[in-house]
């Protein structure tokens, strides 16, 4: 994947309780920083510490808490290496109850519907597995912080599965406000894009976010977050009801898929990108 060379501006939450800070690292990750308070910060996963500790020092702020949505290494890799700087003892931890094993340094366990505080906010933990056992998405105001379940354009690998539990986490975060920003932890947007454009090329809000996506990464900028409303507009995996879809993946797969349950649309859907035909296919929209 196309690395990201220019960030989006920090923005607020709706409620402009949280100045969010997008940090990109490593290859293609995607860490945020919340600014909850006078000079301090939250990080919300990251391969390692190093771009996080950088964005906060250049905007006067001290990374005091991380929040992990899984326990991947490009997740929990900011937990180590603060660990070796010698500064995950004076942090505050927020990650899975389930996984707390596995989060290095974590004090703050939270399970399902958990309500997690941070200044003078409050956020709310997501159980959103089927990427992996325990993944934990969190909710601050109109601000997602969904690490590998939910992208922009897609959804992630299903690692521990099944596709029930991915499909149950989708249909959960659909159900979420229409302007709550998708703040996910990867820039995949264009190759997402891709495999819905396979399925669904008679999509026209699709076939405008590509072209605006192609254009933004072309100018290496970035284009997360998106919204849950662009996301029930285009991606695949939020659309399983589409009946175009259920043709294309019919014809895919030699089968009888349209009048299939949105979880028996959902596995097919996922299997299909898996194969990776979608790379290779040539469309309108340039590279």
């Known amino acids: 994947m196309q690395c990201v060379e220019i960030v989006r ?33 939250a990080a919300v996963d990251g391969p390692d510490a190093g771009a996080a500790i950088r964005a906060a020092e250049n905007r006067g702020l001290k990374i005091d808490t ?56 409050k956020g709310t933990a997501i159980l959103t597995e089927g990427h992996i056992n325990g993944h934990t998405s969190y909710l601050f105001d109109d601000i997602l912080f969904c690490g590998d379940a939910l992208f922009t354009g897609g959804c992630g690998y299903l690692f521990d599965g099944p596709p029930i539990a991915m499909h149950r986490t989708l249909v959960k975060l659909s159900s979420l406000s229409d302007d709550t920003k998708v703040c996910c932890a990867h820039e995949y947007t264009l190759d997402n894009l891709k495999f819905a454009w396979m399925l669904e090329p008679g999509n026209q809000r699709l076939q405008q976010r590509i072209k605006d996506a192609v254009h933004t990464r072309a100018n290496g900028k970035c284009c997360v977050p998106s919204t849950i409303e662009e996301e029930r507009a285009t991606n695949p995996f939020m659309r399983t009801m589409s009946i175009e879809i259920r043709k294309a993946l019919s014809k895919q797969w030699e089968l009888d898929l349209e009048n299939a ?24 929209f340039g590279q």
Request: with cysteine; glycine share 8%; charged share 25%.
């Open 9 to 41: 501006p920090d923005f607020f939450s709706k409620n402009g309780t949280y100045s969010i800070i997008q940090v990109p690292a490593a290859k293609d990750n995607l860490v945020w920083l919340i600014n909850y308070a006078p000079g301090l910060c």
């Open 66 to 121: 991380i929040i992990n949505t899984h326990t991947h290494p490009d997740h929990i890799g900011i937990n180590r290496d603060m660990q070796k700087r010698g500064l995950l003892d004076k942090m505050r931890v927020i990650g899975p109850a389930s996984r707390k094993d596995d989060v290095p340094g974590i004090t703050d366990p939270v399970s399902d519907g958990d309500t997690v505080e941070l200044g003078r906010g």
């Open 261 to 284: 349950s949105s979880s028996t649309i959902f596995k097919q859907a996922r299997q299909l990108k898996d194969k990776g035909l979608h790379k290779n296919i040539e469309w309108p």
